[in-house]
């Protein structure tokens, strides 16, 4: 199996590669959640995961996936007929719109082409045409296409309207790159386990502004697993409202335990530089960048002519042991998705770059020689040295 072999590099946008200490604490012996000592670790997750959504706020941890948080945001705060804004920028965007057209909100679609980042100034002439406008949906990396979107020029159009709240879907951003809830003033933010907090799939995280509060008890959107009223009093008397779970939790104590330790702009720098390196050798290979705006979390690398980024995706796994992903729906084909995020060793980006160099010989060997593969290589872990 190629999750088996000691080589194996999951370098897919989520999920990631964990820490070993995160392994570790994943094997535990199961506890129950109602008891003193996983009170202990409950309360401190949540107070030390306000320090990763830079917030007063409170910050809830739900059970579901990352989509189940952005159902959690929409569903408190919207009621049936509200006007909603939603960009749509790939995959995920799409999703949310879907969603919130689901839940019956009047949605007004600012789309943006694959790879751009939206103007703000169509968001904000929207705005002005509808100030009664409940919500503005916006991604802060659209994963399917790499790129970052302006969400402080946004929260800052955004806050200019007390009815409106800017709800931001970080879930490969927060923990990626800085998006500080408070300081920016975003009223919703949600963020996957699986994703730049570095755990297993299963659960989201998420937090309201004030301003966000103030719409959760006029809202009318059926809720029920996803009433953050429930949570809210449960978090207050130290629990849960569901049964935590535990394994998750635990480790996410120690992901908080281990960014405390490094601090949350040294995470950043180092994923920063992941993200640098990637662009750099990735266009050394003769990729493109595909994102006009592009995510430090992730890079999409647009693939050379004539060639299959579904069939380099496929070969790097099966002849290398490393996962990455490829492009879906328009983008699916034309360019390969890498991750930045959880636990990655310099060693395993500079073997990314080398047999991606050999990919591309195998499937063209006038493309690239290995001779020019190896001197890449070299140059690649060079950089590395002198860009610790
Ligand atoms: C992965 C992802 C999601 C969906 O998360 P799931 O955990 O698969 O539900 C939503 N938004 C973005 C931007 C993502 O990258």
Same mark, same amino acid.
């Given at each position: 199996m190629t999750s088996l072999?000691?080589?194996? @590099?999951?370098?897919?946008?989520?999920p990631v590669n964990l820490h070993p200490e995160v392994r570790k604490v994943l094997a535990l012996p199961m506890i129950h959640h109602r008891t003193p000592e996983f009170d202990a670790i409950l309360k401190r997750v949540l107070k030390g995961i306000k320090s990763v959504f830079q917030t007063e706020q409170d910050v809830y941890l739900l059970t579901s996936t990352g989509s189940g948080g952005m159902e959690a945001l929409l569903v408190n705060v919207l009621s049936p007929g509200d006007k909603v804004i939603a960009i749509v920028s790939g995959k995920f965007g799409e999703r949310w719109a879907d969603m919130a057209k689901t839940f019956g909100a009047e949605v007004t679609i600012v789309n943006v082409p694959w790879g751009e980042a939206v103007k703000v100034s169509e968001v904000e002439e929207l705005l002005k045409k509808?100030?009664?406008?409940?919500a503005v949906l916006c991604q802060a990396c659209e994963t399917s296409t790499a790129v970052a979107h302006p969400i402080q020029e946004l929260a800052s159009v955004v806050?200019?309207?007390?009815e409106t709240l800017l709800l931001v879907?970080?879930?490969?951003a927060l923990g990626a790159y800085p998006l500080p809830m408070d300081a920016w003033g975003i009223d919703g933010l949600v963020a996957g386990?699986?994703?730049?907090?570095?755990?297993?799939?299963g659960m989201t995280f998420l937090a309201l502004s004030q301003k966000a509060w103030k719409f959760v008890d006029q809202a009318k959107c059926p809720r029920y697993y996803f009433d953050l009223r429930k949570e809210k009093k449960a978090n207050n008397s130290?629990?849960?409202?569901?049964?935590?779970n535990v394994a998750i939790i635990r480790a996410l104590d120690t992901v908080l335990g281990m960014i405390e330790k490094q601090g949350l702009q040294e995470l950043f720098r180092i994923i920063h530089r992941r993200a640098e390196f990637t662009r750099t050798f990735g266009l050394k290979l003769g990729f493109g960048l595909y994102?006009? @705006?592009?995510?430090?979390s992730v890079t999409a690398l647009t693939v050379p002519s004539g060639m299959d980024g579904q069939k380099i995706r496929l070969h790097l796994e099966e002849a290398h042991a490393i996962t990455i992903m490829g492009g879906q729906d328009q983008a699916k084909g034309k360019i390969i998705r890498v991750g930045h995020m959880g636990y990655i060793q310099d060693e395993e980006q500079v073997r990314l770059i080398e047999c991606l160099g050999h990919t591309l010989r195998f499937f063209?060997?006038?493309?690239?020689s290995l001779e020019h593969i190896s001197n890449i290589t070299d140059e690649a872990r060079a950089w590395l040295r002198d860009n610790p």
């Amino acid at each position: 199996m190629t999750s088996l072999n000691d080589n194996y @590099s999951l370098l897919a946008p989520g999920p990631v590669n964990l820490h070993p200490e995160v392994r570790k604490v994943l094997a535990l012996p199961m506890i129950h959640h109602r008891t003193p000592e996983f009170d202990a670790i409950l309360k401190r997750v949540l107070k030390g995961i306000k320090s990763v959504f830079q917030t007063e706020q409170d910050v809830y941890l739900l059970t579901s996936t990352g989509s189940g948080g952005m159902e959690a945001l929409l569903v408190n705060v919207l009621s049936p007929g509200d006007k909603v804004i939603a960009i749509v920028s790939g995959k995920f965007g799409e999703r949310w719109a879907d969603m919130a057209k689901t839940f019956g909100a009047e949605v007004t679609i600012v789309n943006v082409p694959w790879g751009e980042a939206v103007k703000v100034s169509e968001v904000e002439e929207l705005l002005k045409k509808n100030p009664d406008t409940r919500a503005v949906l916006c991604q802060a990396c659209e994963t399917s296409t790499a790129v970052a979107h302006p969400i402080q020029e946004l929260a800052s159009v955004v806050k200019k309207y007390s009815e409106t709240l800017l709800l931001v879907d970080a879930i490969t951003a927060l923990g990626a790159y800085p998006l500080p809830m408070d300081a920016w003033g975003i009223d919703g933010l949600v963020a996957g386990s699986q994703k730049a907090f570095m755990l297993p799939t299963g659960m989201t995280f998420l937090a309201l502004s004030q301003k966000a509060w103030k719409f959760v008890d006029q809202a009318k959107c059926p809720r029920y697993y996803f009433d953050l009223r429930k949570e809210k009093k449960a978090n207050n008397s130290g629990e849960t409202f569901y049964s935590s779970n535990v394994a998750i939790i635990r480790a996410l104590d120690t992901v908080l335990g281990m960014i405390e330790k490094q601090g949350l702009q040294e995470l950043f720098r180092i994923i920063h530089r992941r993200a640098e390196f990637t662009r750099t050798f990735g266009l050394k290979l003769g990729f493109g960048l595909y994102a006009k @705006s592009p995510s430090d979390s992730v890079t999409a690398l647009t693939v050379p002519s004539g060639m299959d980024g579904q069939k380099i995706r496929l070969h790097l796994e099966e002849a290398h042991a490393i996962t990455i992903m490829g492009g879906q729906d328009q983008a699916k084909g034309k360019i390969i998705r890498v991750g930045h995020m959880g636990y990655i060793q310099d060693e395993e980006q500079v073997r990314l770059i080398e047999c991606l160099g050999h990919t591309l010989r195998f499937f063209d060997p006038d493309f690239i020689s290995l001779e020019h593969i190896s001197n890449i290589t070299d140059e690649a872990r060079a950089w590395l040295r002198d860009n610790p």
